[in-house]
């Protein structure tokens, strides 16, 4: 059973920068697609980031283009968000996902079959 665990949230100030990491626990995370999601209580989640296989392709929600880049080692099974220029309005819970597939993921939390638990991020004005 493949499992993921989420690092590196934390309080930042406005305009700060935080490094988001996801471990996962499988053998096979170097041929899976991961993606990045945020999530607030109560609310569903939202797409954020996600990265095929080699880190050759990514793909970003409009409002985190240019600030977040998502990455890849796969010798080390780890995801990462690194977050820079931090909004207040990003604060959330994160979460990273795995695809299941060989198939690049895209931005449906129903593309994805395996869930952290997340990690708090909090930006301050």
């Known amino acids: 059973q493949v499992q993921l665990v989420e690092s590196g949230g934390g309080l930042v100030q406005a305009g700060g920068s935080l490094r988001l990491s996801c471990a996962d626990s499988?053998?096979?995370?170097?041929?899976?697609?991961m993606g990045w999601f945020r999530q607030a209580p109560g609310k569903e989640r939202e797409f954020v980031a996600a990265i095929n296989w080699n880190g050759g392709t990514t793909y970003y929600t409009d409002s985190v283009k240019g600030r977040f880049t998502v990455s890849r080692d796969n010798a080390k099974n780890t995801v990462y968000l690194q977050m820079s220029e931090l909004k207040p309005e990003n604060t959330d819970i994160y979460l990273c996902a795995e695809r299941l597939s060989t198939v690049m993921a895209g931005p449906t939390p129903d593309e994805y079959e395996v869930w952290g638990q997340g990690t708090q991020v909090t930006v301050s004005s």
């Open positions: 499988g053998r096979t995370f170097r041929i899976r697609s």
